[in-house]
Structure formats: structure tokens, C-alpha cells
């Protein structure tokens, strides 16, 4: 079983729509959580950190329950530059070495 | 000014072949790393280096060896390049906070797309 695990969609939504990403971890021990955005062919860049008491960016709001080990990213207006893959990430505490763990992404792809 | 970058950007080269692909990152972090996305589109950490020294080693094959000179730069070394090898290589770096002992933001390079004939 994957340490994070994201459903790959594709999800295609229209322009305006709003669209929520979920991802479970499995590592109990993970300390800190991140949404990063990878477009087609480029390097993952952050797209924002995960708190506990949920965050709001703009249009896109993140949330966390530490006691179900789920996330979510909720994009609201959706934009066509918002196409791209989003990659669900967990940091494990401790020992890691602060390496990052990536779910396989979720696609979306926003239609005019 | 450049964050993160990796040369070469493209590696096209033949089974059982030694390659290098170079990383430097001109943010003053002190903490590298490189990961791999293979054609699944999975990114999976190979290893990390803080302070130039080895702190992660996946389980990857001796074949790849990283080397860190200094605190600015991780190159990866790969020797009898297989089949399977063919993947994206992604170097990225971050900054280990003295006051939350963790790392901030990881900032990643362009990637080197490697193919193994």
C-alpha cells in the first residue's frame, strides 16, 4: 500500500466550477503535509502547506483531519491555468530526513 | 538566477553506459535531495544530503551513487544504465529550520529525462 494515496481523476471540470481534490496517508508518524502543483513536463512546484485548523489561499482552501489521515484541496473559480497534476504530499517526523512523500497525483484539466 | 538547476536537461544514452547528471542549487540551503518519477508519473525520494553528508538511501541499486563536494551541489553518478532506468530525475533542495528542527519549502530543478536504449 502506498504511504499516500490520491484518486488520478482525470477531473475535467468547466471553467468557474468548483472542483475538491482528497488524499489519504497511511503514515501515522507524518508530521507535516503539502499540496505541490506539477505541470505537464515540469518540475512539482508548492502549491501550499496543510495546517491543522485548515488554510485558505486565494482560491484554494486545505484542509486536514489528523484523526482520519485524510486531506483535502478545494479550488473554487476554477481557472484554465489551474490545469495541471496535484501532488498530495506527507513528511514523516523524525528520522526521515525530510523527504517527501508523493501521492501519484490528481489530474485536472479545466475546459472554457 | 537560477533557484535550482540540473544539467543535462535531456540524457538519451545506450544500456550498460556510466552516467553523471549534475545538480546546483544557489539558494544557501544545506539540505539536497534527488527523486525519481518514472513513466507512471510516480516521484519517489532516492536520497538526501544535509551538510554534504548522507542522510537518506533509499532502496535504490549501488548503481547510482551520489556525490555532494560541497553544500551548493549533488550530482548523481549511474553506472550499467538498464532499461529500466529511463525516468525523470528531479534534484531539489531546502532549508533545515534550527527552530522547528524540519525543513522548509523543498524547491525542486527542471528535472533531467533520461532514456536508456
Known amino acids: 500500500r502506498k504511504e499516500v494515496e490520491q484518486d488520478p481523476g482525470p477531473f475535467n471540470v468547466p471553467e468557474g466550477a468548483t472542483v475538491a481534490f482528497n488524499c489519504t496517508y497511511s503514515n501515522s508518524a507524518s508530521q507535516s503535509f503539502f499540496w505541490y502543483r506539477q505541470d505537464c513536463r515540469k518540475e512539482p512546484k508548492l502549491l501550499m502547506s496543510v495546517y491543522s485548523s485548515g488554510n485558505e489561499d486565494g482560491r484554494f482552501t486545505a484542509q486536514l483531519n489528523r484523526a482520519s489521515q485524510y486531506i483535502s484541496l478545494l479550488i473554487r473559480d476554477s481557472k484554465l491555468s489551474d490545469s495541471a497534476t496535484y501532488l498530495c504530499?506527507?513528511?514523516?517526523?523524525?528520522?526521515?530526513?525530510?523527504?517527501?512523500?508523493f501521492g501519484k497525483g490528481t489530474s485536472l484539466l479545466v475546459t472554457p | 538566477d537560477t533557484a535550482v538547476s540540473q544539467t543535462p536537461k535531456y540524457l538519451v544514452t545506450q544500456m550498460g553506459n556510466d552516467k553523471s547528471i549534475k545538480c546546483e542549487q544557489n539558494l544557501g540551503h544545506d539540505t539536497m535531495y534527488w527523486y525519481k518519477q518514472d513513466s507512471k508519473k510516480f516521484l519517489k525520494i532516492m536520497f538526501s544530503?544535509?551538510?554534504?553528508?548522507?542522510?537518506i538511501n533509499e532502496t535504490v541499486p549501488n548503481r547510482f551513487s551520489p556525490k555532494s563536494p560541497d553544500k551548493a551541489h549533488l550530482n548523481l553518478h549511474i553506472n550499467s544504465l538498464e532499461l529500466g532506468d529511463s525516468a525523470v530525475y528531479f534534484c531539489a533542495s531546502s532549508h533545515t529550520s534550527r527552530i522547528a528542527g524540519g525543513p522548509d519549502t523543498q524547491y525542486f530543478g527542471p528535472g533531467t529525462r533520461l532514456t536508456v536504449l
Open positions: 544530503y544535509n551538510n554534504k553528508e548522507l542522510i
Open positions: 504530499v506527507a513528511m514523516p517526523s523524525g528520522n526521515s530526513g525530510y523527504a517527501l512523500n
